[in-house]
């Protein structure tokens, strides 16, 4: 059981991290995503149910992402959000990530959670504050535009 | 990938000591007795580790002691660092370093400070620290409260023996603190120092 800030970093901070840089597509605006999700993380301390620390860390990931990008364009949808590969991922997440763009709303984020980050459904639905039955629907449909895509 | 963690790892720890939601740091550093866990306080040193992690005991100490905001900061830890650094290089003989034994009982906190006074190549034993600690007949109790010495090597629980000059125990197992006893006195005599401990 993850007990100290810590625990809570040393076990998610590399995923969360890599979460924030693919939603955002810009280093600047990850290091921030990532810092002021960690820090809401200790302010909020305990996590809401134990042994969900990582699911609760991707739902604040993933508002803080969107907030930034409101304050940033005043108003803005998951949809709205960019999507990047790391380049050390190499050619074939690239194309993903191009694939990615096509995604439209609601689905780009719930592709990346599920496909990218490999979150269960429980997990997803967690993250994007929605059912477990939305966030399978979601995901379903974005994969099958993404492959549609990389055709 | 990693150095931009690192950077942002480093900027989020300034910004968490800044909002006072840091409230030990610790760092893991390499010794000749491989690696230790350091963590540091409000009030001075609270733990060393043999290891690169502690064990939940010891993390479940600290938390109830001093909460959760436990994160890692090798600035907050380098001073402690630096004094382990010099006495592993024979450059130090007495840590200067503050050592928070704040959340120990009345009881571990007496034998501790009685244990920090033996000095570097000095040895003492169970019977006499805790007769130091005003406990004469707690020499058992002595031997359990050195046991869980959290901050063994600052605080030197390797110079405690048992009463008939053998080795006694040790958290972090035997071969370390013979391995300190003959870095700081040479070579542990088979069958150790036979009763002439000095102080």
């Known amino acids: 059981m993850i007990t100290t800030f810590g625990e809570l970093l040393e076990q998610h901070e590399r995923e969360i991290f890599a979460y924030v840089l693919r939603l955002c597509g810009d280093r600047d605006d990850a290091d921030d995503a990532y810092q002021e999700t960690f820090l809401a993380a200790f302010r909020g301390w305990p996590p809401p149910r134990r042994g969900q620390e990582r699911a609760w860390l991707y739902r604040i990931a993933t508002n803080k992402v969107i907030d930034r ?6 108003l803005v949808r998951l949809a709205d ?5 790391p380049e050390r991922d190499g050619v074939s997440l690239a194309d993903l990530a191009s694939a990615i763009k096509v995604l439209p709303e609601g689905q780009r984020a719930a592709f990346v959670l599920r496909r990218v980050q490999g979150l269960d459904y429980a997990d997803v639905a967690n993250a994007l504050e929605c059912s477990q039955d939305a966030a399978r629907q979601r995901v379903a449909e974005a994969t099958k535009k993404v492959r549609e895509a990389m055709r | 990938m990693n150095d931009l963690m690192t950077d942002a790892r480093e900027r989020l720890m300034a910004r968490a000591r800044r909002e006072g939601l840091e409230t030990v740091g610790y760092s893991v550093i390499d010794s000749p007795l491989g690696p230790l866990w350091i963590a540091v306080g409000p ?3 609270v733990g060393i580790h043999y290891g690169a992690e502690p064990s939940a005991g010891e993390l479940g100490r600290i938390v109830r002691a001093y909460g959760p905001g436990v994160l890692p900061d090798a600035r907050r830890a380098d001073p402690v660092a630096r004094e382990l650094d010099q006495y592993f290089a024979g450059k130090r003989k007495r840590f200067d370093v503050a ?8 009881f571990q906190r007496r034998i501790l400070s009685a244990t920090a006074r033996v000095a570097f190549g000095d ?3 169970y019977a006499k620290v805790a007769a130091r600690a005003g406990s004469e007949k707690a020499m058992r109790a002595a031997g359990q409260a050195l046991g869980s010495n959290p901050i063994p090597i600052v605080v030197p629980c390797h110079r405690v023996l048992a009463s008939d000059g053998t080795l006694g125990g040790y958290s972090g197992g035997l071969d370390a603190k013979r391995t300190l006893l003959a870095f700081e006195r040479g070579s542990v005599p088979p069958g150790g120092w036979p009763n002439r401990p000095s102080s």
């Open chain 1, 81 to 85: 959000l960019k999507l990047a590969a």
């Open chain 2, 43 to 45: 009030k001075g040193v």
């Open chain 2, 99 to 106: 050592v928070d034994l704040s959340p120990l009982t009345d």
């Open chain 1, 69 to 74: 990008a409101r304050r940033a364009k005043r």
């Open chain 2, 123 to 125: 040895v003492s034993t």
